[in-house]
Nanobody, 127 residues
């Protein structure tokens, strides 16, 4: 059974930084593409960033490009999301997701690319 556990969320002032982590178990992590999504109250879940199984390809939503960085450590079965220059509109529950299927990196922006999801971690950015 695949388990994804996010951590690192919290309350931060605008302009601040956070690093989210997602620890995975129950899958061959080094063969899985990973993604981060977020969902704000009253809004649909939206794509944030994705990374290929080896880390050689990444893809970002336009709203976070240049501010957020996705990375992974296959030895630790963990994917990270570094959030810099945070804005109040970044406030949301952040979810990580795992995909055992191979697609072009852009397709990992779709929720349908993923078979497993974590429970989420809250990020709140105050103005």
């Amino acid at each position: 059974q695949v388990q994804l556990a996010e951590s690192g969320g919290g309350l931060v002032q605008a302009g601040g930084s956070l690093r989210l982590a997602c620890a995975a178990s129950g899958l061959t992590f080094s063969s899985a593409a990973m993604g981060w999504f977020r969902q704000a109250p009253g809004k649909e879940r939206e794509f944030v960033a994705a990374i290929s199984w080896g880390g050689g390809s990444t893809y970002y939503a336009d709203s976070v490009k240049g501010r957020f960085t996705i990375s992974r450590d296959n030895a630790k079965n963990t994917v990270y999301l570094q959030l810099n220059s945070l804005k109040p509109e970044d406030t949301a529950v952040y979810y990580c997701a795992a995909s055992k299927r191979t697609y072009t990196i852009r397709y990992y922006s779709e929720t349908t690319a993923y078979g497993s999801w974590g429970q989420g971690t809250q990020v709140t950015v105050s103005s």
